[in-house]
């Protein structure tokens, strides 16, 4: 299951989008009277090696994920805000966010030591916002399975990704390791020293100092105390006694080192949107080792109350659909004879459940091989090619209609059957993009004249 880290902050990347442009705007038209609250949720999900910078640190094997949620008010009167008093600046205060599965609130992190949990997120999981004083539950969601990549071939800029009919927000990139410095933050210990004083009261400053080392991710930290020097064995003057002395506490250095971090190489353009799935297109074909970050997001209203919901997914990108499936065959007429075919040809009719091209051959069986004497062997003949037919479907369930056509070589070998009825095989042939091939044959009998 995917590991939930509620680290980030919730803020939502819902970028602008255009129709059939890099992002897609599909949100409805706003009605006249603007909400007065707006509910955001967000949910993320990622493998654990994609926050990884390659910059020497172990990469992750799970998979990391963030939640977040906000709440706006418009036109909230003072003290009358779901989250509590605004505050001077008139600025919306703040809910606690938290996951919820059944009924329990799953904790986000260590209080003693302050790193992010792992926390595993299945669907029907809760996000909710919470009053911070009252506790009160403001606004929740409930978490769905992300829709998957239906289509991501290496080697061909096309994706295509599943979506229902709800999404009004679209937003794809393709990711990819490229070779920069990155930054590494490093944990400095403080610095201190014994020295005779005086006094017999200890420097008040002279304790250990704690920082915390963010991990390879930023998703959990570990508590770095400092090493105190060791107190001398030595007898101190007289009058006088030996008191640690902290001359600098811990602190964070950052270090530009050699690293491999995700970068975006292209934004995804639009190309076909159905209820069901919508796809388009990268500047640059896919490699081995990319992903896509792909992020989708559904709006609804109701009163004066908006509630936006988005998901982010990462996957790694190669993923082939399945070979298409022949879903139904007809003849276009329940039989035919040679003449009319030879006058007007076969149609039939093929039903696809995926995008594919359909060819059409209908064959007679090899002739047979004359005698030549003894000192002559047999010559293998092929099938005859009688007629031959092509379509392509654009979607799923899409029927396509096939002319199948007779040819020259064809046309002869009906005619020299003067009449006689004729046993031929119809191959259909489906590829798709992806290059699955598929075969189907059928027999046909053409009667005589």
């Known amino acids: 299951m995917p590991q939930i880290h509620p680290g980030r902050s919730g803020a939502l990347r819902r970028a602008a989008v255009v129709a059939l442009s890099a992002t897609m705007a599909l949100t409805a038209a706003q009605s006249a009277h603007a909400a007065a609250t707006v509910f955001s949720f967000s949910v993320e999900t990622q493998p654990g090696d994609y926050g990884w910078d390659g ?199 950052h270090t530009q080192i050699p690293g491999l971090p995700f970068e975006t190489v292209s934004t995804g353009r639009i190309t076909s949107l159905s209820d069901t799935s919508f796809s388009g297109v990268f500047s640059v074909p896919m490699q081995a080792g990319d992903v896509i970050d792909y992020t989708l997001g559904s709006e609804s209203s109701a009163n004066d109350t908006t509630v936006y919901v988005s998901q982010t997914n990462v996957v790694p990108v190669g993923v082939v659909p399945p070979a298409p499936a022949l879903k139904g065959f007809q003849f276009g007429a329940p039989s035919t004879t040679v003449k009319s075919f030879l006058k007007s040809g076969l149609r039939t009719f093929v039903t696809l459940d995926s995008p594919g091209t359909v060819t059409e051959q209908l064959t007679l069986p090899a002739p047979k091989s004359k005698k030549k004497g003894k000192k002559h062997k047999k010559t293998a003949k092929l099938p005859i090619v009688v007629a031959t037919g092509t379509a392509t479907t654009t979607s799923g369930g899409q029927t396509a209609q096939l002319d199948v056509l007779s040819t020259k070589e064809g046309r002869k070998a009906l005619k020299a059957l003067k009449g006689k009825p004729a046993k031929t095989t119809l191959t259909t042939t489906i590829t798709d993009a992806f290059g699955h091939v598929v075969t189907s044959v059928s027999k046909l009998k053409l009667a005589g004249s």
Request: proline residues 9%; charged residues 15%; hydrophobic residues 35%.
């Open 55 to 253: 910059g020497g640190a172990p990469a992750p094997t799970q998979t990391f994920g963030y939640y977040g949620a906000s709440v706006s008010q418009r036109y909230a009167p003072d003290g009358t805000a779901l989250c509590g008093a605004y505050d001077e600046d008139g600025n919306a205060p703040s809910c606690a966010t938290q996951q919820v599965r059944a009924g329990a609130v799953i904790p986000s992190y260590d209080p003693t030591t302050y790193k992010s949990l792992p926390i595993t997120i299945v669907p029907g999981d809760v996000i909710q916002l919470v009053n911070r004083t009252t506790k009160a539950v403001v606004g929740a969601t409930s978490v769905v399975p992300p829709q998957p990549v239906i289509a991501s071939p290496l080697g061909s800029p096309s994706f295509t990704i599943a979506r229902t009919a709800a999404t009004t927000d679209i937003e794809v990139e393709l990711r990819r390791r490229v070779a920069r410095n990155v930054l590494r933050d490093t944990v400095v210990p403080g610095v201190y020293h014994w020295e005779q004083q005086t006094t017999t009261i200890a420097d008040a400053n002279a304790t250990a100092s704690t920082c915390y080392q963010d991990d390879a991710n930023g998703a959990s930290s570990t508590a770095v105390t400092d090493t105190l020097p060791a107190k001398p064995t030595t007898a101190p003057a007289t009058g006088k006694t030996w008191v640690l002395v902290q001359d600098k506490a811990c602190s964070t250095a």
